[in-house]
């Protein structure tokens, strides 16, 4: 299939709708003439040699200052490996996994995050990153429909 980059006028309507998309994403991509991805080539950066970094540090920045309660997390889910979320299931499904997934939380991991959402919330919103690292669904119930 060849695609012309002129306008299409109402004479020359394109034969299917799949072509006239395709002529239209072409044009976004370049105006003028499609190039070729030969013609493509890397720019340089700057000049800037290689950045530096403290990795201990910057590991342990990023961890932040509740890692003991986020590594409780993850212990319990890796020694409850049923609780893990599976790749393909029904939305019935993951509701009841996810209640599950918090029922077990606090009653067998001891993790009681309405304990923290005032006088503590950044300790709250670390259980709740934990959490949502391991299920982004049960991350955003804890965020919302935690009773």
């Known amino acids: 299939m060849q695609i012309s980059n002129s306008k299409p ?4 309507e394109p034969a ?5 998309r395709i002529r239209r994403l072409t044009l976004h991509l370049s105006p003028g003439a499609c190039v070729a991805a030969e013609q493509l080539e890397m720019a340089a950066c ?4 290689k950045l530096s970094v403290d990795t201990p540090s910057l590991s342990s920045y990023m961890r932040g200052k509740h890692r003991d309660i986020q590594e409780k997390v993850f212990d319990y889910f890796n020694a409850n490996p049923h ?3 599976p790749v393909e299931i029904s939305k019935d499904e993951h509701r009841e996994l996810c209640m599950k997934q918090l029922t077990g939380l606090v009653r067998e991991a001891g993790i009681r995050p ?5 006088n503590e919330p950044e300790k709250y919103f670390a259980i709740v990153e934990a959490v949502g690292s391991v299920d ?8 919302v429909q935690y009773r």
């Open 9 to 12: 006028n109402s004479d020359s």
């Open 83 to 85: 609780l893990q979320t």
């Open 136 to 143: 982004m669904s049960l991350g955003i119930k804890m965020g």
């Open 46 to 49: 700057g000049g800037r040699g």
């Open 16 to 20: 299917s709708e799949a072509e006239r």
């Open 114 to 118: 309405l304990r923290y959402v005032v």
